[in-house]
Nanobody, 120 residues
Framework: QLVESGGGSVQAGGSLRLSCAAS?????MGWFRQVPGKEREGVAY???????RYSESVKGRFILSQDKGKTTLSLQLNSLKPEDTAMYYC???????????????????WGQGTQVTVSS
């Protein structure tokens, strides 16, 4: 089970913080986002080994972090742009997974989503 919190509405240039609480540690946890009519887009992920990856569109602006127990995932969203407006989803792979990427198909568990709205 994944439970997201955070999100909201900010003006361009502002910041938000998203958090995701998992019931147990998984091999890989990540954040995705989706706007109506478009495919779900990978934003960032982190593995239990500490490997992280960001999409080019958020690199340098968003920061991913995970607690020591690897059950809480946070995403700091800085320098937000109107094009960052989307529903943001937390996701996790199976514990036995050994690969991770920004492809939604690799993730077995999903949160309910939290809305981020950035106004110009």
């Amino acid at each position: 089970q994944l439970v997201e919190s955070g999100g909201g509405s900010v003006q361009a240039g502002g910041s938000l913080r998203l958090s995701c609480a998992a019931s147990e540690s998984r091999y890989c946890m990540g954040w995705f986002r989706q706007v109506p009519g478009k495919e779900r887009e990978g934003v960032a992920y982190i593995t239990t080994g500490g490997t992280t990856r960001y999409s080019e569109s958020v690199k340098g602006r968003f920061i991913l972090s995970q607690d020591k127990g690897k059950t809480t995932l946070s995403l700091q969203l800085n320098s937000l742009k109107p094009e960052d407006t989307a529903m943001y989803y937390c996701a996790a792979t199976e514990s036995r997974a050994s690969v991770c990427s920004l492809s939604p198909g690799l993730f077995a568990y999903w949160g309910q989503g939290t809305q981020v709205t950035v106004s110009s």
